[in-house]
């Protein structure tokens, strides 16, 4: 039996969601919060967004929050969008959320909703972890390949080595893939990336440690 430990309390199942910019994402990001966790996890599906990208992500984040915590058993919402080119996180975000990175958006608009939702009782609060990939991630799934992408590469200019275009180009031999071609590499280097975590955390320690440090904390009572 798996324990989830919250609130001094504790539930049978783990239930998670994962979401992210494409269902290919999605799946990849299990593998790796499967990875992290070293556990079985019940996973359940999102709501169907009408689009896809950071801009839909956004906008459907309460709605998607309120269908879990009033129409389903999850307890925990794992969040990964692109950095694209804004801001990346860092510690003085915590004191002073910035408003063009991600992550603070995305913070500020899960915490916002979560304080309107009503408690439901014997049931935990939904949790919303959040990892950002920088600049895409694609780079996550190239880790330990070339281009060699890392968050230090792209702050120090990675652009002139590597953009979004090159990172697809490289993940999946060509800048406009198929959803099929992307669920299977994705899957595939998730897989590879599960084996070696360490990787993704030296390389990108920002938005894959934020995203491995949500998860972990879930199991503090």
């Known amino acids: 039996m798996v324990y989830w430990r919250l609130g001094r309390r504790a539930y049978d199942r783990v239930r998670l969601v994962a979401l992210s910019e494409s269902p290919a994402d999605e799946a990849a990001i299990r593998i790796l919060i499967e990875a992290i966790r070293g556990a079985a996890i019940e996973w359940i599906e999102p709501p169907q967004f009408r689009s896809r990208g950071w801009p839909a992500l956004l906008r459907e984040l309460p709605i998607v929050m309120r269908a879990l915590h009033y ?22 975000h915590d004191a002073e959320p910035h408003d063009d990175c991600r992550a603070c958006v995305l913070r500020r608009t899960a915490d916002g909703e979560s304080v309107r939702l009503t408690p439901i009782a014997a049931r935990p609060r939904l949790r919303v972890v959040i990892g950002i990939a920088t600049p895409a991630i694609e780079a996550w799934y190239l880790c330990g390949q070339k281009p060699h992408p890392s968050e230090h590469a792209w702050t120090a200019g990675g652009t002139r080595s590597y953009d979004k275009r090159t990172l697809k180009q490289a993940a999946y031999g060509t800048d406009r893939p ?3 071609l992307v669920l299977d590499h994705a899957t595939a280097d998730a897989r590879r990336l599960a084996r070696n975590l360490q990787s993704l955390r030296e390389m990108f320690p920002r938005g894959f440690g934020m995203l491995e440090a949500g998860i972990r904390a879930m199991e503090e009572p």
């Open 71 to 92: 129409g389903s058993e999850a307890t925990g919402l794992i969040v990964v969008a692109d950095s694209n080119d804004s801001v990346l996180h860092d510690g003085r």
């Open 178 to 180: 198929s959803l099929p």
